[in-house]
């Protein structure tokens, strides 16, 4: 019988090893369980955080540089603008230098000698026209001696830089129609074309004179000897003109000014109509 209670004490003393192992196994793993969940959380928040300020910064990083981008691209509108302006400047300046601002036409109307046969004459017509030939004005007789005739003219030319910025009244030179004679009268025995100080109808705007053109030509050779007067009003040249042709019967020329430079006489159209001269 103490045999058998013997036994007994050992197999109840195993089993309660084997419980205390039991449950010192499952608090250990439930320990373990909490401390790897715990940590895995830990981790999981803390490689959040650091792709979440990672994504931060590279937002930042793409920001500025759109930022820089946006100025860059501001900067080149800026210079494209700048050029686009620059290109419509020069295209108006060269345009203008190529304008004929003051057109006239000079027709032949009659030519012969004088009753003594000493001296040749020419009955001409004198008509202001614009570009595309059209008179703005009545057209002018005049009864010339000799066979070359000439038109005297006040040319004032501008600094050059005036055409280049296609300044408003400086772009073109300025021309006024003195007189009209021929190569067998003197100059004074002409005939005036322009009045002294008046306000030629082709650089007329709504019937106005502008300042700087009554400065030129209200006292013409005023300006022309006053370097100083030149300098204040742009003026690189100021002086007479007086462009001639041996003319023919019939023919037509056709007188220009160019935007940079002086009057031209050239060969025009055949006279359209004949019209009795007044001698």
């Not at 129609?177 to 003197?186: E, S």
């Not at 005036?192 to 019937?207: F, H, V």
Request: aromatic share 8%; glycine share 8%; net charge positive.
């Amino acid at each position: 019988m103490p045999g058998l209670m013997d036994n007994v004490a050992t197999v109840n003393s195993m089993i309660r090893t084997l419980l205390a192992v039991a449950v010192v196994g499952a608090i250990g793993a439930t320990g373990y369980f909490g401390w790897s969940t715990y940590n895995a959380r830990e981790l999981h928040d803390k490689e959040r955080d650091q792709l979440l300020a990672s994504a931060q910064s590279d937002l930042q990083k793409r920001k500025q540089e759109l930022d820089q981008a946006g100025i860059k691209i501001e900067s080149l509108n800026d210079d494209i603008r700048q050029k686009d302006e620059r290109i419509d400047h020069l295209d108006t300046a060269l345009r203008l230098l190529k304008v004929d601002k003051r057109v006239a036409r000079l027709s032949i109307l009659d030519q012969g000698t004088d009753e003594e046969g000493k001296r040749k004459y020419a009955i001409v017509q004198f008509e202001e026209i614009d570009e595309k030939g059209n008179s703005i004005e009545k057209p002018r007789k005049f009864k010339v001696y000799g066979d070359i005739v000439y038109v005297e003219t006040w040319v004032v030319k501008f600094d050059d830089k005036y055409i280049e910025q296609a300044d408003i009244h400086r772009s073109t030179s300025l021309v006024l129609f003195r007189r009209i004679f021929g190569n067998q009268q003197k100059p004074d025995d002409g005939f005036a074309l322009d009045a002294e100080g008046s306000n030629p109808r082709a650089y007329s705007s709504g019937g106005k004179t502008s300042d700087l053109e009554r400065k030129v030509f209200g006292d013409f050779w005023k300006v022309a000897n006053d370097k100083q007067k030149q300098m204040e009003l742009g003026i690189r040249a100021a002086h007479g003109e007086a462009p001639n042709i041996k003319v023919e019967k019939g023919k037509s020329y056709r007188i220009m000014l160019r935007a940079s430079g002086g009057v031209s006489l050239n060969p025009d159209m055949p006279v359209r109509k004949r019209i009795k001269p007044e001698t």
